[in-house]
């Protein structure tokens, strides 16, 4: 006589609710309440100078959480006092983005796709200048730019700040063009391209995303710029908006409304900036990390 056994019983699955566990959703809440905190300190001074700059007429340790009215007479006397100080950070800014993707662009290119011996030494003495501290570099500009006669110039400016931006324009680009493929160049060769035009119109054009970032990065560095700024300019005739910003703040300062108006509005280009090209950015630095 046969005998039947009772179905051994399953255990029951955990209640999952859209796919995960509570133990899931509590860690993923929990990261989200991390990432806000830490969001909320990192935005904390740019909402204090926003802040202070809305009340000019409090002192620095009476200023309120929450401007009561909106008082714009801060923004104006800095757009009077620094507005061509901005237009000069503009200027120069731009003028070393040009430079830097000038010389970085070919420099990459170069060390990406051809064989040239000692590459490799190349790009880490390249990394090594990014450790070495500004003003060191910029002492030994001084007395080069005074025999020069590019001190109190523009152009003297351009390229201090250029070289600021060079070296992580050379490596991050270079990441990128190494993973252009070798048949792509070799077939523009072959349809009778010098090495100049398939550069030109062949990997420029792939290179856009990394063009883009290091351009970006270069204007940051140059707009950012102070130990240049203050060391290779002896009279106001060239005087970034980081120069005047500095100027304006002394011993016995009162007007803390101006300053931060002044700051608020030199942060404005850097952070239009990285919101139009924030696609651009990620594409371009991690571009290069997929061959």
Request: charged share 10%; net charge neutral.
């Amino acid at each position: 006589m046969a005998t039947t056994h009772a179905p051994t019983p399953t255990p029951a699955a955990a209640p999952v609710t859209g796919g995960r566990t509570p133990a899931a959703r509590g860690r993923g809440w929990m990261s989200t309440a991390v990432a806000a905190a830490v969001l909320l300190v990192m935005l904390f001074p740019l909402f204090w100078m926003l802040n202070t700059a809305l009340q000019p007429d409090a002192g620095l340790v009476e200023v309120g959480w929450v401007p009561t009215r909106l008082d714009l007479s801060g923004f104006a006397d800095a757009i009077a006092d620094q507005g061509v100080n901005l237009l000069t950070s503009l200027a120069v800014a731009l003028g070393a983005v040009v430079i830097c993707l000038a010389v970085a662009a070919p420099a990459a290119y170069g060390l990406a796709q051809f064989r040239l011996p000692g590459a490799r030494s190349v790009v880490f003495a390249t990394l090594i200048t990014q450790m070495v501290p500004g003003i060191v570099i910029a002492n030994a500009l001084y007395s080069a730019y005074v025999s020069l006669g590019l001190v109190n110039s523009y152009a003297g400016l351009m390229l201090a700040d250029a070289s600021l931006g060079i070296p992580f324009a050379i490596v991050l680009m270079r990441a990128f063009m190494v993973s252009i493929p070798r048949e792509v160049i070799e077939a523009a060769e072959v349809d009778g391209a010098g090495r100049i035009r398939t550069f030109v119109q062949v990997v420029l054009p792939m290179s856009r995303n990394s063009l883009i970032t290091a351009g970006l990065f270069a204007f940051l560095f140059a707009w950012s710029d102070f130990v240049f700024a203050l060391t290779l300019n002896t009279t106001d005739d060239v005087k970034p908006v980081t120069l005047g910003i500095y100027q304006y703040i002394g011993a016995h300062v009162g007007d803390w409304g101006s300053v931060m108006a002044a700051s608020v509005l030199s942060a404005v280009p850097a952070a239009v900036l990285l919101v139009l090209a924030q696609k651009y950015i990620a594409a371009g630095i991690t571009g290069g990390s997929v061959k």
